[in-house]
């Protein structure tokens, strides 16, 4: 009896375990988590570290983008952008700010380590994060723009050329030197006023100082950290990371419009480094890189076309070519600087193919210099032409020049060994007696027409004084050498 209630109840067993387990699953679901539990949970989310470490460009927006997108697949609770920057390009700036306010997860910019700085660019950065910060002994302001030559702010052309037609009626065609001023003020008047507005915008996304962020655009000011931090221009100065992480652990931060605190103390940080990619993107957008690519492109072409066949030189010079043109279309190229390169690659080849003792080879190294200087129109921090790159690139040309002169010079000293104009002076023998003045004689070991003025026997020794078409003008040979030719020419 006891034997089948036992066998009974082991049957049972799997059965009462799984409503045992479901009445549980149901009940944790229908429970609210306390906050305890959350805080919990938010403190074993990892904290993501990036680090910007030179002027911000193309390559430095990418890497960011590439690494949010990486960062957001492990659910981090913030994402630290480590920065220590002296500006950058506008349109790099812009990407990366888009990248920061659209963010689902929360962005803390922090400058450091310590003598780091956020200027210009930075500046922007900086008020645009979720959570501002700095190292003791950082800097952040200088943020008035720079102006790139050719280049305007978005939907500001229509706007200037008005204001340029409406001066121009004005002002009559007596001021056009105080038209061009007014005009150029008007221009950089619209620039820092929309570099204004983006600012301020940027502050009240977060509450801070959006006055002395105007102030820093206007007047170029700066601030260290501990003066940032009293102005309400940043969150925290912190010593380091850990630092950092202890001092905004509980704060509450707007992101996307919605209120989240963060659990951030004794969180683990997970740093992501620039991968190949950037890396490769990083050397290939440097403006002196780009600029030798570019020289080494159009120079291994030329060699390529001088010499078909080559390969090597228009494989090498098709890459190097075309990876310039692809950091060029993302740098601020001022493209009267390309065509004066071009222009005195091109004066350089004319010379060594019609030699013009220098004129046409010093103008083009001249063009080259000045297209090389005014290649990238900015004076932004990290985005120039080295004059020492240009210097080094100049006296090679010149080497090249008067290598290709001298040897030019060389040449037009040099008697002529070949063709039709080495014919006078040539000595040869007569075929057979001359009739009327006319013969046929053997010289160079050419069979030619010949006349001439002197009676001719048959094997006798001539001298070629002149060509008159594909005629010879001879004479006989009276020279002590004449045996030892005619022995020659018997051989």
Same mark, same amino acid.
């Given at each position: ?191 820092? !006023?929309?570099?204004? $507005? %983006? #600012?301020?915008? +940027?502050?009240?996304?977060? =509450?801070?100082?959006? *006055? ?73 957008? !440097?403006?002196?890189? $780009? %600029? #030798?690519?570019? +020289?080494?492109?159009?120079? =291994?072409?030329?060699? *390529? ?79 120039? #032409? ?106």
């Amino acid at each position: 009896m006891y034997g089948a209630g036992w066998k009974m109840i082991v049957r049972l067993l799997p059965g009462l375990a799984l409503l045992f387990g479901l009445s549980l699953a149901f009940g944790t679901q229908e429970q609210p988590p306390s906050e305890g539990a959350t805080s919990d949970r938010g403190a074993q989310r990892p904290v993501v570290l990036l680090t910007v470490a030179d002027a911000i460009g193309p390559a430095t927006a990418d890497y960011i983008a590439r690494a949010m997108a990486q960062a957001l697949q492990q659910n981090p609770e913030l994402i630290i952008l480590q920065m220590d920057t002296p500006g950058g390009l506008d349109t790099a700036m812009r990407d990366i700010i888009q990248l920061i306010t659209s963010s689902a997860v929360p962005v803390a910019t922090y400058v450091a380590p310590t003598g780091a700085r956020a200027a210009s660019a930075g500046t922007y950065i900086l008020y645009a994060s979720h959570i501002a910060a700095m190292a003791p002994g950082t800097n952040l302001g200088a943020a008035t723009p720079v102006q790139i030559g050719g280049i305007s702010l978005p939907g500001m052309e229509r706007d200037e050329d008005k204001d340029k037609d409406e001066a121009e009626k004005k002002a009559g065609d007596g001021a056009a030197d105080e038209l061009s001023r007014d005009h150029a003020d008007a221009m950089s008047r619209k620039v820092i !006023n929309d570099a204004s $507005a %983006y #600012i301020r915008g +940027l502050a009240e996304l977060h =509450g801070r100082n959006g *006055e002395w962020a105007e102030k820093a655009v206007r007047e170029a000011v700066s601030l260290q950290a501990s003066e940032a931090l009293a102005l309400n221009v940043i969150d925290v100065v912190a010593s380091d990371i850990a630092d950092l992480l202890a001092q905004i652990d509980g704060r509450e931060v707007n992101v996307q419009a919605r209120k989240r605190t963060l659990h951030t103390a004794g969180a683990s940080v997970t740093e992501i480094t620039p991968d190949w990619r950037s890396q490769f993107l990083s050397v290939i957008t !440097n403006p002196n890189v $780009a %600029y #030798i690519l570019m +020289l080494v492109g159009i120079y =291994g072409l030329i060699l *390529e076309f001088y010499n078909p066949g080559g390969l090597v030189p228009g494989t090498v010079g098709a890459i190097c070519l075309l990876l310039a043109l692809y950091a060029f279309q993302m740098l601020p190229v001022n493209y009267a600087g390309v065509g004066l390169i071009l222009l005195g690659i091109g004066l350089m080849v004319a010379e060594g193919l019609q030699p013009s003792f220098g004129m046409l080879g010093f103008g083009g190294i001249a063009a080259l210099v000045i297209g090389s200087i005014i290649l990238l129109d900015t004076r932004l921090p990290g985005f120039r #032409i080295y004059l020492s790159v240009i210097a080094a690139v100049a006296l090679a040309s010149l080497f090249i020049l008067t290598a290709v002169v001298g040897l030019a010079l060389k040449a037009r000293r040099r008697p002529v060994v070949s063709g039709i104009e080495e014919m006078p002076g040539k000595t040869g023998r007569a075929l057979a007696d001359f009739q009327l003045g006319r013969g046929s004689v053997f010289v160079h070991s050419e069979i030619w027409q010949a006349r001439s003025e002197s009676p001719i026997n048959k094997d006798q020794t001539i001298r070629v004084v002149g060509v008159r078409g594909l005629t010879l003008d001879v004479e006989p040979a009276v020279t002590s050498e004449t045996p030892a030719i005619e022995a020659r020419v018997q051989n």
